[in-house]
């Protein structure tokens, strides 16, 4: 018996190397292509991933072959949408010459493109709260049910100066049906910001598929350097959030004291022409390397010594549930990703600050029982997440 698609549409904002770039790929590739018709719309149409997207999903870059205002204004005027065509004249007018927020031009960018005439079961903003897709779903899609995905700790909107935006996102996040957060943590800032909201509001952890990463941790592409100390990773967007500014201060001390280590970084960012200022003050050249963007980050996680994320802010991190899945000894900041992590005994846990992230170090480099108690309990544990797509699945069988 032929029965119809399922209709789900995803809206993003690029397909950079990044978390929420890879936990999107992760959970496409595991939606079946024979019950799914799968679109995903983009913001900005280039990234290292839009190659990684499955074939059978349909992909359309929201701002590709754009209409003229002109036109836009003229087909709206001769159907009798007066209105319409006035509100895409005063968006492109607020949009050039308007002092605005960067949040409202979300909503100007919305009215100067056309609503989908698609009819969607499923409609998805999977990025992170304060960006056009949250906008654009609540806007311009059809669907029978939505849903918003938070993929952030948004603990700073909890300051009174952000009153005015927080209201502004309220408005948004109630139009959707189904709200999933990352992680507890970023459950826990959320419901702390947005309370009351009437949505379903739920965790749902990124997508990751353990026999995948030890594939492609096989494949060539790692170290080819012929160092034979403790190589230290440390995978993320170059960005002040992800802190990998402390990291020359702390292998600076680590060298300073006699330990034979190299700092590996994967990734490319803003802060990276200050790493390479900072490799320069700290005489560093030769000891903290910037491996730029990986496609395939997982031969070097495989072949690490310790994996290291020294972030000030993370919901949930994609790259630490990566490192637990190869079993490596990780030391972490007090963030949400430490929610993945129990203390002392699959990884240590320290505070944003450079003596205590030394400290940590130390004692896995000096403590042989204590690195080998980490890799026996990580390796008992289940990784793979691929079982949170029941949730997923359960919301479209409500649907029809």
């Known amino acids: 018996m032929w029965l119809m698609k399922t209709k789900v549409v995803f809206v993003t904002n690029k397909m950079i190397m990044g978390g929420i770039e890879k936990a999107l790929i992760s959970m496409l590739e595991q939606i079946p292509k024979d019950r799914y018709d799968v679109s995903l719309f983009v913001v900005h149409p280039k990234g290292e991933l839009i190659d990684k997207i499955p074939s059978h999903v349909h992909v359309k870059s929201i701002f590709d072959n754009r209409e003229r205002i002109a036109s836009m204004v003229w087909n709206y005027t001769k159907r009798g949408k007066f209105l319409s065509a006035f509100n895409v004249i005063l968006s492109s007018v607020l949009l050039k010459w308007g002092s605005i927020s960067e949040f409202e031009k979300f909503g100007y960018y919305s009215k100067i493109r056309n609503i989908d005439e698609a009819h969607y079961d499923l409609a998805i903003s999977y990025s992170s709260p304060i960006t056009l897709p949250l906008v654009f779903v609540a806007n311009n899609i059809n669907a029978k049910k939505k849903i918003a995905w938070i993929h952030n700790d948004v603990s700073d909107l909890a300051n009174p100066i952000h009153s005015r935006l927080v209201r502004?996102?309220?408005?948004?996040?109630?139009?959707?049906?189904?709200?999933?957060?990352?992680?507890?943590?970023?459950?826990?800032?959320?419901?702390?910001?947005?309370?009351?909201?009437?949505?379903?509001?739920?965790?749902?952890?990124?997508?990751?598929?353990?026999?995948?990463?030890?594939?492609?941790?096989?494949?060539?592409?790692?170290?080819?350097?012929?160092?034979?100390?403790?190589?230290?990773?440390?995978?993320?967007?170059?960005?002040?959030?992800?802190?990998?500014?402390?990291?020359?201060?702390?292998?600076?001390?680590?060298?300073?004291?006699?330990?034979?280590?190299?700092?590996?970084?994967?990734?490319?960012?803003?802060?990276?022409?200050?790493?390479?200022?900072?490799?320069?003050?700290?005489?560093?050249?030769?000891?903290?390397?910037?491996?730029?963007?990986?496609?395939?980050?997982?031969?070097?996680?495989?072949?690490?010594?310790?994996?290291?994320?020294?972030?000030?802010?993370?919901?949930?991190?994609?790259?630490?549930?990566?490192?637990?899945?190869?079993?490596?000894?990780?030391?972490?900041?007090?963030?949400?990703?430490?929610?993945?992590?129990?203390?002392?005994?699959?990884?240590?846990?320290?505070?944003?600050?450079?003596?205590?992230?030394?400290?940590?170090?130390?004692?896995?480099?000096?403590?042989?029982?204590?690195?080998?108690?980490?890799?026996?309990?990580?390796?008992?544990?289940?990784?793979?997440?691929?079982?949170?797509?029941?949730?997923?699945?359960?919301?479209?069988?409500?649907?029809?």
């Not at 959320?190 to 026999?211: A, E, R």
């Not at 280590?261 to 490319?268: F, K």
């Not at 010594?305 to 190869?326: G, K, M, N």
């Not at 004692?363 to 080998?372: A, G, H, I, T, V």
């Open 168 to 400: 502004k996102l309220r408005k948004y996040f109630e139009i959707y049906d189904y709200i999933f957060c990352v992680s507890h943590h970023a459950f826990r800032k959320f419901t702390g910001v947005f309370q009351d909201l009437p949505n379903d509001i739920s965790v749902f952890y990124n997508i990751l598929d353990k026999k995948k990463m030890e594939l492609m941790s096989m494949e060539d592409g790692s170290y080819n350097d012929q160092f034979k100390g403790i190589r230290i990773l440390t995978v993320g967007r170059l960005s002040k959030e992800k802190g990998q500014d402390i990291i020359p201060s702390v292998l600076s001390k680590l060298l300073s004291n006699g330990y034979n280590v190299r700092w590996y970084c994967i990734g490319e960012g803003p802060i990276r022409l200050q790493l390479e200022e900072n490799i320069k003050e700290y005489n560093l050249v030769n000891n903290l390397i910037l491996l730029g963007t990986k496609d395939n980050p997982f031969p070097y996680i495989k072949e690490c010594d310790l994996y290291i994320q020294p972030s000030r802010h993370e919901a949930y991190c994609i790259t630490v549930a990566e490192a637990r899945a190869f079993c490596k000894p990780i030391i972490i900041t007090n963030t949400g990703a430490s929610e993945q992590i129990a203390n002392k005994k699959t990884g240590l846990i320290v505070g944003f600050d450079d003596n205590q992230i030394y400290e940590a170090i130390k004692r896995l480099l000096d403590d042989q029982l204590l690195k080998e108690k980490l890799i026996k309990n990580l390796s008992a544990e289940t990784v793979d997440t691929i079982n949170e797509m029941e949730k997923f699945y359960r919301i479209v069988e409500k649907i029809s």
